[in-house]
């Protein structure tokens, strides 16, 4: 068991579930479409690392957290991000038929994950100082991950982008540019981490998705300061 593997997790699983909170509230309040699709990947985000602490504290994956893990983290978190981040940029038509698309993949691919026959010793043999990575095969369950995660992040971090450029083309809300630089930084950490724990083991791994969620959600947490208005000059009276 490693103390550093738990304490990453750990705080990555409280910074994750105050997020979502957040989000969610938000959305209570306002209803905006983007709001409830981030809601539910940085939801999705806080089951996947619940279940690498978990394993941690067990010092081995086991098959509900293995499953749990990789139908969230490694599946579903890059797709639902990117979902959000179109429903800030284009028409709701056309964002609800990619919505429907989504969800109708996303829920093969659970489905997929949690009957799919793994071979328990494997996971037991890796340990959980490592993320087994072909435990599934590639057709058609990593298939379906490689099109979810390319689609979802590079919808979410051109779409964070694209926002720092019309900011910055404008001249205006500079804090609003910030915000949204943050959270493409965020972006690009979650989409390469799976390659940095593949090369650099899972503590490395860890941490990349520790700074990836506080990159998005200091980005989110920017984006909500009210943006500060003109001073108004107060009239002077007419000179007689």
Request: net charge positive; hydrophobic share 60%.
């Amino acid at each position: 068991m490693s103390t550093i593997n738990i304490l990453i997790s750990g705080i990555d699983v409280i910074v994750s579930v105050v997020f979502a909170i957040a989000v969610f509230r938000q959305y209570a309040a306002r209803r905006k479409m983007h709001q409830l699709m981030w809601g539910i990947a940085i939801a999705i985000w806080a089951i996947a690392v619940a279940a690498e602490l978990a394993a941690t504290l067990r010092g081995r994956w086991g098959l509900v957290t293995y499953r749990a893990y990789y139908a969230t983290g490694a599946l579903l978190i890059p797709a639902w991000l990117g979902m959000g981040t179109l429903y800030l940029i284009l028409s709701k038509r056309f964002n609800d038929v990619i919505l429907a698309i989504l969800s109708i993949v996303s829920a093969i691919g659970i489905l997929l994950i949690a009957i799919w026959p793994i071979d328990a010793a494997t996971l037991y043999a890796v340990g959980a100082g490592q993320v087994p990575l072909k435990v599934f095969p590639f057709f058609p369950i990593q298939l379906i991950l490689i099109i979810l995660n390319t689609l979802g992040a590079l919808a979410f971090i051109l779409g964070a982008l694209w926002s720092v450029v019309l900011f910055a083309w404008k001249r205006q809300n500079r804090e609003r540019a910030i915000a949204t630089g943050l959270i493409a930084i965020g972006g690009i950490i979650a989409a390469v981490a799976h390659s940095v724990g593949v090369l650099s083991g899972i503590e490395l791994f860890r941490l990349s998705e520790l700074i990836a969620v506080v990159f998005i959600f200091a980005g989110y947490l920017l984006s909500n300061v009210p943006a500060p208005q003109p001073a108004k000059i107060a009239a002077q009276p007419a000179s007689s």
